[in-house]
Each structure stands twice: as C-alpha cells, then as structure tokens.
C-alpha cells in the first residue's frame, strides 16, 4: 500500500471515530462516565445545579452538532479524494481542517466540563474526583481503591 493511501486511511478511521458522537453522549461529557441522573444522585446535586448542568449540556450538543457535521463533510471529502491526483496540498488542507474540528471539539468539551466541576461544591467536587479516578482506572483495566 502507498504511503499516501496509508495516511488517508488512517484519517478515513481517525475522522470515522470523532464523527460517531452522538447527541446521547452529550449527556455523559465523560463527567466520570456518569449521566446526569446518575451524577444528580451520586453527588446530590440540588435542582439549581441540574438546570445549570442542563444547560452546559445543551450548550455542549450544540457545538459537538456543528463539530460532528464539519466531521462528516471533511470525511466524505477524504474517501472522495482523488488518490491518482492528491498532493501534498490537498493532504496538508484536508489534515489541518481535521485538525481544526478535533481541536474545536477538544475545547468544548473541556470548557464544558470546566464549568461543571465549579457548579459543585467542596464536597461534591472531592465525590467527583473519586468518581473520576474511578472511571479512569476501570478504563486502564485496574480496580479502583475502595
């Protein structure tokens, strides 16, 4: 296989796995793998936090919609490309406007869950912290400290 055909397979699978965001996770934000009815009972995140987090989530789905379309346009450029005739150029063009959404949505989701973890209070933020050490060494295939 050539090395341009490898480079664009790997953004074909790279894109493939941005664009598969859906509105439903959304709701999870990685807020430590949790849902909002699960971080509402976990955390005991009184109504006005529910309503402020609802909205940090809303205002999340809007842009990961935006993100998650550019995506797919950007893929479909990709598996449409015209191996026989892409250049540097097109590469260069087609790996920086990946890059640009990845990095759009990177800061979404970060300055969503920013403002999420100040919503919380002292004690809800040291709950959430362990909630999230939790989550990650169950992900890295490790039993989390009890």
Not at 79 to 92: E, F, Q, V
Not at 100 to 121: I, K, P
């Amino acid at each position: 296989m050539s090395q341009v055909k490898k480079i664009v397979g790997l953004a074909v699978v790279g894109v493939s796995l941005l664009v598969g965001f859906s509105s439903a996770q959304a709701q999870s934000v990685d807020f430590g793998g949790e849902r909002l009815d699960e971080l509402t009972i976990r955390l005991g995140l009184s109504v006005s936090q529910q309503q402020q987090v609802k909205t940090l989530l809303e205002k999340y789905s809007v842009k990961a919609s935006g993100v998650r379309d550019g995506l797919i346009q950007v893929q479909q450029n990709i598996r449409s490309a015209n191996l026989s005739r892409l250049d540097n150029a097109d590469i260069a063009r087609l790996s920086n406007e990946a890059g640009r959404l990845s990095a759009a949505h990177t800061e979404s989701l970060l300055t969503t869950q920013r403002d999420f973890y100040q919503l919380l209070t002292v004690k809800q933020k040291q709950d959430y912290n362990k909630m999230r050490s939790d989550a990650l060494a169950a992900q890295a295939g490790q039993l989390p400290n009890k």
